[in-house]
Nanobody
Framework: EVQLQASGGGLVEPGGSLRLTCAAS????????VAWFRQVPGKEREGISV????????YYQDSVKGRFTTSTDRAKNLVYLQMNSLKAEDTGVYFC??????????????????WGRGTQVTVSS
């Protein structure tokens, strides 16, 4: 079993930056891909980015391309989501999730087997 813990959320003004961290523990050798999802009230979780943990290939939702970057520190079992040029519509609860297979694109939430508790990101002036 893999345990994930997301952190780093907070309140930031439009145009600002935040870095989210997803810390993995447990059977980390099972992790092949880690995704970041965002959820706002009344809507389904939407995939923001995914990284194939060993290869390093990344995929992004169109709305965050050029602004968000996901990266890994495999030695520390960490996955980051660097968010720059934040907009009000980036507001939501951000979750990290993992799956024991490499992926292409950003698969829907149902394929991920392990989830961390979310961290709130609020972009507001």
């Amino acid at each position: 079993e893999v345990q994930l813990q997301a952190s780093g959320g907070g309140l930031v003004e439009p145009g600002g930056s935040l870095r989210l961290t997803c810390a993995a523990s447990g059977f980390t050798f099972d992790i092949h891909a880690v995704a970041w999802f965002r959820q706002v009230p009344g809507k389904e979780r939407e995939g923001i980015s995914v990284v194939n943990y060993r290869q390093g290939t990344t995929y992004y939702q169109d709305s965050v391309k050029g602004r968000f970057t996901t990266s890994t520190d495999r030695a520390k079992n960490l996955v980051y989501l660097q968010m720059n040029s934040l907009k009000a519509e980036d507001t939501g609860v951000y979750f990290c999730a993992s799956v024991s297979a490499e992926v292409t694109g950003i698969p829907p939430s149902r394929i991920y087997t392990d989830w961390g508790r979310g961290t709130q990101v609020t972009v507001s002036s």
